[in-house]
């Protein structure tokens, strides 16, 4: 006897997502956490998960930590892409507020000068109207009047301010 003949179809297994590819936004002076975004691939099928973590829809994580991140996608037959390494850098630090010295008006001379003291590094500017900034440490032929006196970093980073007096000439006699 021969029985009656029964097909079966065997489907082809299920493609593995690429490695997530990604774009960051590092830690600023403004904002201390960083960003990744995965650009691919996207779908409305894929999750994505950092570090291992619980799987997401939204392809992007944010506030994140100085630190290296793992990242995988996953589809919707359950495979689990290979891992995007991508690295958070630390926020860039706020230098200190400026410490200055200062040169008042005398009666022979009838403007002053700011001198910045610390912080002095390479590529840090100061400025002491908080739009102009320049290399030099030292600010002459200022007019009577308060001045608020920065320093910014070469990330851009801008110190508190340091308010400065510069007196009028004293009258001559």
């Known amino acids: 006897c021969i029985s009656a003949v029964t097909s079966v179809i065997i489907n082809?297994?299920?493609?593995?997502?690429t490695a997530p590819i990604v774009s960051v936004v590092q830690p600023t002076c403004a904002i201390a956490m960083g960003t990744i975004t995965i650009?691919?691939?996207?779908g409305v099928d894929m999750t994505y998960s950092s570090n291992g973590g619980e799987y997401q829809t939204a392809p992007v994580f944010t506030g994140l930590a100085a630190g290296t991140y793992s990242i995988t996608a996953k589809n919707a037959a359950g495979c689990i892409s290979a891992v995007t390494s991508v690295t958070i850098n630390a926020a860039p630090a706020v230098p200190s507020a400026p410490i200055v010295t200062t040169v008042q008006p005398t009666c022979l001379t009838a403007t002053g000068t700011i001198m910045v003291t610390a912080p002095v590094e390479a590529a840090m500017?100061?400025?002491?109207?908080?739009?102009?900034?320049?290399?030099a440490t030292v600010f002459t032929d200022l007019a009577a009047g308060t001045y608020s006196v920065t320093a910014k970093n070469?990330?851009?980073?801008?110190s508190a301010v340091t308010s400065v007096i510069i007196n009028a000439a004293p009258a001559t006699p």
Request: net charge negative; charged share 5%.
């Open 125 to 135: 500017v100061y400025s002491i109207d908080g739009t102009t900034y320049q290399a």
């Open 154 to 158: 070469a990330a851009g980073c801008i």
């Open 12 to 17: 082809a297994a299920p493609a593995t997502p």
């Open 39 to 42: 650009t691919a691939p996207v």
